[in-house]
Structures are given as C-alpha cells and as structure tokens.
C-alpha cells in the first residue's frame, strides 16, 4: 500500500495577480498564476500551510525579484515531469536574468547532448513548466524574437520580460501594485 503524499499549497499576492505555490517533501513542486493555463485540478485538495519551509525561500525569492534585483536565495526544486520535460526545465534554469533565448536553441542544445528533438516538442515541455517564474519559462521567444506562448498569459510574460530589462517598454503601472 502507498502511502497519498501530502502536498502544501500557499496564496501569494504580486503586482501581476495572485500566485499560488505548491510543495511536498519539504521541495516546491509547483508555482502558478492563479487561473493560467495548465494549473492543476487537484489544488483544491492542498493543504494550505503558509508556514511549510519551502515557503519561507519562495517569499523571499519573489520580493527580489518584483524589486527588480535578481534573487540570490536558493529554493529546494521538485517538479513533476518526464525525463525528456526535466532536461528542457534544467536548461530554462541556465537562462540568465534578464536574457532571453529561443525554442529552437534550446532544441539545438538538446540535440548536442544526443536528444534530438524539434522546437515544438521544447515548446510543449516549456509550456508545461510546474514551477513559472523560479524556473524561467518566460524567458524563452520564438524564432524571430517574437513573444510566444506562456501559460500565464502573454501579457505577464512581457511584464517579466520588462521588469528583467529583457525587453523595452517598462509600463510602470502593471509592476508596482501593491501586493509583495
């Protein structure tokens, strides 16, 4: 018999509306924008424990970074995924801050490495990324630079991109809400 693990959730205000985190086994397992694309059916059975220690990082990763600082705290991750998923979240972890790449570059590293696969089939793994934000989904454009695809929709995709300074056009109003 196995044993159901427990999974803890918390709700957390941000000046691009409220995310809502997940973790287990004392690792975050998920960050989400409350209502996005793909966020998961079962949140509704969490447990919410704003205490649990995952959190406690998680908190102070997102007040640096909606300061506009790139944060320096480390946060325990376990994303729930395929092998294949895993090795396309491991490289969006490379991406630094406030730098961008595309779809097809990340294919092209994943081929180097002897897993070859298409943009599309990244595409799918980026979109399906548990954990947005802390591993950086967001950062990732189309061929030609354009803004693709993001589960939490493309306008918080282009507010990260401006408050990183990834791309230009800072709306000063969208980022300084209260919340963080």
């Known amino acids: 018999m196995t044993q ?12 691009l509306g ?3 985190a997940a973790a287990c086994d004392d690792a975050l397992t998920g960050l989400w ?6 966020f998961p059916a079962a949140a ?12 406690a990082s998680l908190k102070d990763w997102l ?7 790139k944060p320096k705290m480390k946060i325990p991750l376990a994303p729930n995924g395929t092998d294949f998923q895993q090795a396309v979240w491991k490289l969006l972890l490379e991406i630094p801050y406030g730098k961008t790449t595309t779809y097809g570059a990340i294919a092209e590293r994943l081929s180097a490495i ?7 089939a990244v595409g799918g793994a980026v979109g399906h990324n548990p954990i947005s934000l802390v591993i950086p989904c967001h950062r990732v ?7 693709t695809g993001y589960a939490g929709g493309l306008e918080k995709k ?23």
Request: charged share 20%; aromatic share 12%.
């Open 141 to 147: 454009l189309g061929a030609d630079g354009s803004l």
């Open 18 to 20: 409220k995310i809502q």
């Open 158 to 180: 282009r507010a990260l991109l401006e408050l990183e300074g990834a791309i230009s056009g800072f709306l000063p109003g969208v980022l300084h809400q209260p919340g963080l």
């Open 33 to 38: 924008f409350v209502g996005q694309k793909y």
């Open 44 to 55: 509704g059975s969490w447990l919410n424990e704003p205490d649990y220690p995952p959190f």
């Open 63 to 69: 007040k640096a970074y909606f300061s506009r600082e």
């Open 114 to 120: 002897g897993k070859k696969t298409a943009s599309q």
């Open 4 to 15: 159901e693990r427990k999974v803890y959730t918390l709700i957390i205000d941000s000046p």
